[in-house]
């Protein structure tokens, strides 16, 4: 994700005719790798006019606009109205009316024709527009407030009075609306209406970590915006307003905060709630909601549900330009994605929360999980229980040094949230990578020994001829324990045996387009100059990431002949797009044969390609099942090994057709 410093400097490059030489290979090269690509994905755009229920319910003249519906004009007729279609007129009647016959009809006649001449009246006089959005929220607001004859509140979700919620949900959103362009909106602002002279305060009534009005940015209305490129989007109906409400952060006060993603916004519902006192006006305050905190909101010792949108605020956070492209030069150019790459929050950091950290795969970005969190956060016990993170990782260079580099990255965050290692949350991680990012979470939990090194070269790396602060770089790459906060991982389609797309010609393809760091390259060459020259081959040294995954590569016999220890657990999932038998089973990258494991906790089948079962359903179903198990069965050593599991929706195809 593009969040701390600045993503621009990944494309701040010079491109000049030097430059452009190696724009062929790359397109030779996107070619070859179509399939494991993760494209760059545009989540929202602005609609040419805000979304709103009400129009399509609401009847329309050429001449005269937005006109009551028969519902409402069935009210007038049904208590004698016969005067002209005149809003001011059938106003008049509808406060004549006896507020103890046929209540929330009247109610919702009276908010409807407020609504319209507030529609009517916005632009030309915004204060009265403002005054009568007011009134007629209020009178909705009774509608649901007051019980009926058998004490019982009226659901806002209920299709039947569901008109009415929509009424008072657009009511406030005009209100919201018109104060913002007079006023501004924020959570230490209140809004003056300069006719009457009530005031109306914005209040959070029950602040979390989440939700704090000090660190409140810039507000915009989720109706403004239509969601693109996600399979669901998941909403509520209720009473309310889904708000967008951009964070403000600052690590010198919040140390967490410089893990934060640069635009992180909050969903948020605004609810304009109404006291009855025994005076005239009753006083009445907006009230700001975190979907995520809360179900609904206590109105007279009923709770009602809020309408919610979690979904939107997720994709206009996404639909953020500085993050296209970041998978494609995190592959070519690891040495500018470097200034980017570390572990990113989209979410305030929260020690009552399980991390559950997620690793992408080869040329791919955290984009590629976000149709997964999407549904994943929208599960109340998910969300209530976990935060999710991200590690956005150059994915061209040699999976060892980006394995050292998450270690290095999930001990400083350690430190920054936890240095006293007194947190339980963070001992109880979950680590979730896809390909590649497989490897690494695999990485997490093992110890290397000399192994890795002897792969390189049989010479100590005390005797390397080099200075010392060089032979603790080598070690910190090629010597590693496990992290004890990782209590489970999550494989998915992972290369345990190497990748079809780790052959010959890519390697050569990609080590001769990709730009190492010079730290990479430095480190690399002084262990390779130093080796038996017997011995000695740089064409077969691993630089890149696919020389990493090559089925001869040291790295994964390590990683594969090495399980996970008793007290973490260790699930994977293997993706299936064509195939005959499960010698034949492929993703299109990753064979069966290859992402099969015989040592682990479970094992699970997903009908899909290699790239898109990051996105499939089966797999975010897999993810929380998993996810939920780990909050009632906390690895304590031993853990049984689980026969492979195949449901009859998850076994793969009996042909060789794509999907």
């Not at 009809?105 to 005054?131: F, I, K, V």
Request: glycine share 6%.
């Amino acid at each position: 994700m593009a969040g701390r410093g600045c993503p621009g400097v990944v494309f701040g490059m010079h491109t000049g005719p030097k430059r452009l030489a190696w724009l062929l290979p790359v397109l030779l090269l996107g070619c070859a790798l179509v399939s494991s690509g993760c494209a760059t994905t545009n989540f929202v755009r602005v609609r040419p006019h805000p979304q709103n229920p009400l129009t399509a319910r609401l009847n329309y003249s050429v001449f005269s606009g937005l006109q009551p519906t028969d519902r409402t004009l069935q009210f007038l007729e049904s208590t004698g109205y016969r005067g002209q279609r005149d809003i001011r007129g059938m106003l008049l009647h509808c406060r004549r009316q006896s507020s103890d016959s046929d209540a929330f009809s009247r109610g919702h006649a009276l908010a409807e024709l407020q609504y319209l001449a507030a529609e009517a009246t916005q632009h030309r006089d915004p204060s009265l527009a403002m005054e009568l959005a007011f009134d007629a929220a209020g009178d909705a607001w009774s509608c649901f407030a007051r019980p009926d004859s058998a004490g019982m509140h009226t659901d806002p979700s209920d299709p039947v009075t569901r008109d009415t919620a929509e009424l008072y949900n657009a009511s406030v959103e005009l209100l919201l609306r018109l104060a913002q362009k007079q006023q501004g909106l924020s959570a230490e602002r209140t809004i003056q209406l300069s006719i009457t002279g009530r005031s109306v305060p914005l209040k959070i009534p029950f602040p979390s970590v989440l939700m704090d009005g000090s660190q409140f940015g810039a507000i915009d209305f989720v109706s403004d915006y239509e969601v693109r490129n996600l399979r669901n989007r998941h909403t509520r109906a209720g009473l309310g307003v889904p708000l967008i409400i951009a964070r403000r952060s600052d690590p010198a006060a919040d140390p967490p905060a410089a893990y934060y993603t640069q635009g992180m916004s909050l969903a948020a519902t605004a609810v304009l709630r109404f006291e009855e006192t025994s005076a005239d006006e009753s006083p009445a305050s907006i009230e700001l909601y975190d979907p995520g905190e809360s179900d609904g909101l206590i109105v007279n010792d009923a709770l009602l549900p809020l309408e919610t949108d979690t979904s939107t605020p997720l994709a206009r956070f996404l639909s953020n330009p500085d993050l296209s492209l970041l998978d494609t030069w995190g592959l070519i150019r690891p040495d500018l994605a470097e200034h980017v790459e570390g572990l990113y929050m989209v979410q305030p950091y929260d020690p009552d929360r399980i991390p559950v950290l997620m690793v992408h795969g080869f040329w791919s970005s955290p984009l590629t999980w976000m149709e997964m969190f999407n549904d994943l956060q929208a599960d109340p016990e998910i969300r209530r229980r976990y935060q999710f993170w991200f590690y956005l990782y150059p994915t061209g260079e040699s999976v060892a040094f980006a394995a050292a580099r998450l270690r290095d990255e999930l001990q400083a965050v350690r430190q920054v949230c936890d240095s006293e290692h007194a947190n339980s949350k963070f001992d109880q991680m979950v680590v979730v990578g896809h390909s590649m990012g497989g490897v690494l979470s695999h990485m997490l939990t093992i110890d290397s020994g000399d192994v890795l090194w002897n792969s390189v070269s049989r010479r100590p790396v005390e005797q390397l001829r080099t200075s010392s602060e060089k032979q603790v770089e080598i070690r910190r790459v090629f010597f590693f324990k496990r992290n004890p906060a990782v209590g489970r991982i999550v494989t998915i389609a992972s290369p345990w045996e190497g990748s079809s797309l780790a052959n010959q010609f890519t390697r050569q393809l990609l080590g001769s387009v990709i730009w190492l760091p010079n730290r990479t390259l430095e480190l690399s060459r002084i262990a390779f100059d130093q080796t038996d020259p017997r011995s000695a081959d740089w064409s077969s040294f691993p630089r890149t990431s696919l020389d990493s995954l090559s089925s001869r590569s040291p790295l994964l016999r390590l990683v594969r002949e090495t399980s996970v220890p008793d007290d973490v657990c260790h699930h994977n999932i293997i993706a299936i797009r064509r195939g005959r038998d499960p010698e034949t089973w492929t993703d299109g990258v990753v064979s069966w044969n290859s992402a099969h494991r015989s040592d682990v906790s479970s094992e699970t089948l997903i009908r899909a390609g290699h790239s898109q079962v990051v996105r499939h359903p089966d797999t975010a179903r897999e993810i929380r099942r998993i996810l939920l198990q780990h909050l009632v069965e906390q690895p304590r050593g031993g853990v049984p090994v689980i026969p492979v599991r195949h449901s009859d929706d998850q076994r793969p195809p009996a042909d060789d057709a794509d999907e």
